[in-house]
């Protein structure tokens, strides 16, 4: 305990604003803030200075500078479980800073809690993005993952993914706690200067995705179903941050392919990330907001785009029917998967197909996606408030110090 007696709190994550490009880094903004009323937090987060009091920054070490990124990132881990000295409890988002979590329980002998964002082991193209160092984030999550005091899961449907990539896990030590939102930071924006900004035509409806370009996100699937949507549909694809050369590449292919086969006009693409405020006017103004995601522990952009009152269309995979409510919030495109841990649909055709289907009944019938837009709201307020998750995750903090 500090001196003051406040239970201190020390929160491990690569992301935290300005830097925040994942629902990851959106989630421990969000926790911190919340739990600032009720413990003294300290958060320790990749990348420059922070001005922000009780947030400190590491950078790459300096004689790591040319070695593999998964290395650099246990480099930055060893540092931030120094700086983690004097704390009551760790908590630690994503493999990124899960390594960090145990060296500091190891170290202190304090516990060690651990909210599952992702797992390595439902992300086999991480490979081809980190080579060699898949192994090495991989060895950084189970070792966390299997040693922790207790586990937040995002959802139930990340919670049955822990246990299946984990079996040894004992499942009393997982917590379901949600992701969150901020409704009043996302809630319609009826301005249109952004929307103009960007090209987008308020005469015609619309299919918005947000997310970065990467095999999760699905996005050569969409790309490909918005072949098939009717003719006045624009495209807004805020699409940015690829994870590799080749998937940027296939990306901007299946653009080029879309753009010939519509009127070019319709189909817009924001590469650069859009500041929140801007991202908000987007959502409010789409006719459907499509998350065509293949792995999704629980997909807070759908929330995002809930709370500015836009219908979701979504795959029904991981944590997401958790949050859109099929035929009220949105419509949910059924998936067959691969086994294999990549996520890959059985018949990519027919998931292609069903996710044009559901857009274009969207599409074709404003007046149900506005009524289920406004489903949406209603259901953010009303079932992932930030306050309650606060409130729920010191619960479990209080669980493993045994009070």
């Keep these: 305990m500090t001196d003051s007696g406040a239970l201190r709190v020390d929160l491990l994550t690569r992301e935290y604003p300005p830097e925040v490009y994942g629902g990851a880094g959106v989630h421990v903004e969000y926790l911190a803030r919340e739990l600032r009323p009720l413990a003294d937090v300290r958060v320790h987060c990749f990348g420059a200075k922070r001005d922000e009091p009780g947030v400190t920054a590491y950078p790459e070490p300096e004689q790591l500078r040319d070695a593999n990124a998964a290395l650099r990132t246990?480099?930055?881990?060893?540092?931030?479980?120094?700086?983690?000295?004097?704390?009551?409890?760790?908590?630690?988002h994503t493999w990124y800073a899960n390594f960090a979590g145990h060296v500091?329980?190891?170290?202190?002998?304090?516990?060690?809690v651990l909210t599952t964002h992702s797992l390595e082991p439902l992300r086999p193209w991480k490979a081809e993005q980190l080579g060699g160092g898949y192994a090495l984030s991989s060895y950084c999550e189970r070792t966390a993952v299997e040693s922790a005091d207790a586990i937040i899961a995002v959802s139930g449907g990340m919670k049955r993914d822990v246990?299946?990539?984990?079996?040894?896990?004992?499942?009393?030590?997982?917590?379901?706690?949600?992701?969150?939102i901020d409704t009043e930071q996302y809630r319609p924006d009826r301005g249109t200067d952004v929307v103009e900004r960007l090209g987008i035509d308020l005469a015609r409806p619309s299919v918005v995705f947000v997310g970065r370009i990467t095999r999760q996100k699905g996005l050569p699937y969409?790309?490909?179903?918005?072949?098939e949507l009717p003719p006045k549909a624009q495209i807004v694809l805020l699409a940015g941050a690829p994870d590799t050369p080749e998937i940027a590449a296939e990306?901007?292919?299946?653009?080029?392919e879309l753009r010939a086969a519509r009127d070019p006009r319709g189909v817009i693409w924001v590469q650069e990330?859009?500041?929140?405020?801007?991202?908000?006017q987007v959502l409010t103004h789409g006719t459907v907001f499509v998350c065509p995601s293949v792995y999704e522990p629980m997909g807070i952009v759908n929330l995002e785009a809930m709370a500015?009152?836009?219908?979701?269309?979504?795959?029904?995979?991981?944590?997401?029917?958790?949050?859109?409510?099929d035929g009220e919030t949105g419509l949910l495109v059924p998936i067959a998967q691969a086994d294999d841990g990549t996520g890959t649909p059985v018949d990519p055709d027919r998931f292609v197909a069903d996710l044009a289907a559901a857009l274009t009944t969207l599409l074709e019938d404003p007046d149900r996606a506005r009524q289920m837009g406004l489903a949406g709201r209603r259901r953010a307020v009303e079932t992932f408030s930030?306050?309650?998750?606060?409130?729920?995750t010191a619960r479990v903090y209080r669980s493993v110090l045994g009070r």
């Design 163 to 180: 246990l299946a990539a984990y079996p040894g896990v004992d499942p009393e030590k997982i917590r379901v706690v949600y992701n969150g």
């Design 273 to 280: 990330m859009l500041p929140k405020h801007e991202v908000v």
């Design 74 to 92: 246990m480099g930055i881990d060893l540092a931030m479980a120094a700086g983690c000295a004097g704390t009551d409890i760790v908590h630690s």
């Design 222 to 227: 969409l790309m490909r179903a918005c072949r």
């Design 104 to 112: 500091a329980k190891l170290l202190y002998g304090v516990p060690h």
């Design 386 to 392: 930030w306050a309650s998750i606060a409130e729920d």
């Design 308 to 325: 500015c009152e836009t219908a979701v269309v979504a795959t029904a995979t991981g944590g997401i029917p958790e949050v859109v409510a």
């Design 251 to 256: 990306v901007e292919e299946l653009a080029a």
